[in-house]
């Protein structure tokens, strides 16, 4: 999303008294390198604040997850002139086992900015909550339209299958 666009829809939110949260993504060049370097894997480990911790199994699977959250502070303050309404810092690591192998390479670290001041039970639950509604969208389209095996590219043809996917699944 351009610079201009993100800045006027969270002005938007924030004046319809609206909350965000948003995952940080490497796009985010200096928001995404400030969580880096003070949200390192070490300092996640030595974590003296609060943080809250879930277990999920699902398709023979085990994910164990790991929830924290931060006021903004130091270098983050010059950062959140960009994301107005910024109150919280929020980091999820989960890591993944597949019966009882576990693989080091299923470690992932995700970063969100909030304008709400949540608890770490809370950037959870809404954390999750966005993934499931993705999850179960996308595997609609994949499993019940073979979304990702459909092989036509010619023109904008792309855009108007997808288009009429998801309007077959919303009726």
Not at 14 to 33: I, R, T, W
Not at 56 to 78: A, M, T, Y
Not at 82 to 87: A, R, Y
Not at 149 to 155: E, M, N, P, T, V
Request: proline letters at 1%; aromatic letters at 10%.
């Amino acid at each position: 999303m351009p610079w201009a666009a993100r800045g006027i829809l969270l002005a938007r939110l924030s004046d319809n008294g609206a909350d965000y949260l948003l995952a940080v993504k490497g796009n985010q060049g200096k928001l995404h390198e400030a969580f880096e370097k003070h949200f390192s894997s070490e300092k996640i480990n030595d974590w003296k604040g609060g943080s809250f911790k879930t277990t999920e199994k699902n398709h023979g699977r085990l994910e164990l997850r790991l929830h924290i959250v931060s006021d903004i502070f130091d270098e983050f303050v010059n950062l959140s002139f960009d994301w107005k309404g910024v109150k919280t810092l929020g980091i999820a690591v989960s890591a993944r086992m597949d019966e009882e192998t576990f693989d080091p390479e299923d470690i992932s670290i995700r970063y969100y900015i909030s304008s709400a001041e949540l608890t770490t039970e809370e950037l959870a639950t809404a954390a999750r909550s966005h993934w499931a509604i993705e999850g179960k969208l996308h595997w609609k389209l994949d499993v019940a339209m073979n979304e990702d095996d459909c092989r036509i590219r010619r023109g904008n043809a792309t855009e108007m299958l997808a288009g009429f996917r998801q309007g077959a699944l919303s009726e």
